[in-house]
């Protein structure tokens, strides 16, 4: 399994954020900008609802904006994490539906945010391997290199989900 902790060459996103289907969108707390220099990402008042994976204190986004926290390890997720990004990507789907852009964010928008993104498209009709394609064309290839996600996603997670809770 590939993740940002254990492959330090993962490549730094060149922006903070990218439109992965019209107002939906996939980002994280950090980025390159010029000739390779960090900076951080912060959430003003661009989107109307943010999804976090990984919470940052001072990334934002402004008070009154829609924030949703929901904090999973770059890993194996248990039943309990798992229905949290099914919830997630329920909410991202509804607030799609209502007109709102939606922001879906984790450390560097590659893999937590991706399993979200991919999973809110598969419920709108996309199939997982049309989903993960889509989310490699407009992230960056390296958008969900964590291959255990990959699968969860192929498997389908309510079945992903229901496997785990039967072995816990």
């Known amino acids: 399994m590939r993740t940002r902790g254990n492959q330090?060459?993962?490549?730094?996103?060149?922006r903070p954020w990218s439109e992965i289907v019209?107002?939906?969108?996939?980002?994280?707390?950090?980025?390159?900008?010029?000739?390779?220099q960090l900076a951080f990402a912060s959430?003003?008042?661009?989107f109307d609802l943010v999804q976090t994976l990984l919470r940052l204190p001072g990334h934002g986004p402004a008070?009154?904006?829609?924030h949703q926290v929901w904090p999973i390890p770059d890993g194996p997720?248990?039943?309990?994490?798992?229905a949290g990004v099914m919830r997630l990507a329920q909410a991202a789907c509804a607030a799609l539906d209502e007109g709102r852009r939606v922001l879906v964010r984790c450390y560097h928008g590659y893999n937590r945010s991706g399993l979200v993104v991919a999973h809110a498209l598969v419920r709108r009709g996309a199939g997982a391997d049309e989903a993960i394609r889509l989310i490699r064309a407009r992230r960056s290839p390296w958008a969900l290199h964590n291959e255990l996600f990959v699968e969860y996603l192929r498997a389908g997670l309510p079945t992903v989900r229901l496997l785990e809770e039967l072995a816990e």
């Not at 330090?8 to 060149?14: A, I």
């Not at 959430?43 to 661009?46: K, M, S, T």
């Open 77 to 82: 997720l248990d039943g309990t994490q798992l």
């Open 63 to 66: 008070a009154g904006v829609a």
């Open 22 to 36: 019209p107002g939906l969108w996939m980002g994280g707390h950090e980025y390159r900008v010029g000739a390779g």
């Open 8 to 14: 330090p060459d993962v490549p730094v996103p060149d």
């Open 43 to 46: 959430v003003d008042e661009e």
